[in-house]
């Protein structure tokens, strides 16, 4: 079965407009529900298709001689560019499959989001806050960049069902003892 290669795209727009801590956002278990874009007719082989935004908004005060950013850090589904190939999915088994793939693309994305919060709330920034809020935000997102590549490139797009599985695990691992997350909730 040819799989498609994925990819779960961070992109960043920045606006000085939010106010205040950014609340925990709850993580989303995907459904066949959320691909509602159109499959694309060149995906050679291709069965899903996985896209997401981080929003990042935020403001800076100055306190005590450096700056604090109260950061709002949003992570979207865009449901209307995701998409699943439906006549690909031969059983119900291919498309479990195919779902939970797709589920490790959003959580990569999820876990940068999450990331990028923690580094904020953390740092004490200088008066060049814009240049290094820009600077996390990068590498951080520069990081799951590569594990999407890496993680669609050991499971050779799903098909390897033994590497799959210890993403599986990696992702629930990494799930269950983030920081500040409510453990019960998954």
Known sequence: MSVRWI??????ALFLLMMGKAAAQQFHQLTVNDFGGTPRANAR???AYTNCTIDFKYQASR?????IINAFVHLILNTDRSWLDRSKITSPQVLAEVLKHEQGHYTIAYLEQQEVLREIA???FSRNYQYE???IFS?????YKQLNTDYDEDTQHMTDRVQQHSWDVYFQKQLRFMPGEDRDSR
């Open 133 to 135: 809020a820009m600077a």
């Open 122 to 124: 953390k740092t004490r």
């Open 139 to 143: 590498r951080i997102d520069a990081k």
């Open 7 to 12: 990819k779960c795209t961070g992109i960043i």
């Open 45 to 47: 082989g291709v069965i």
């Open 63 to 67: 306190q005590n001689g450096s700056y």
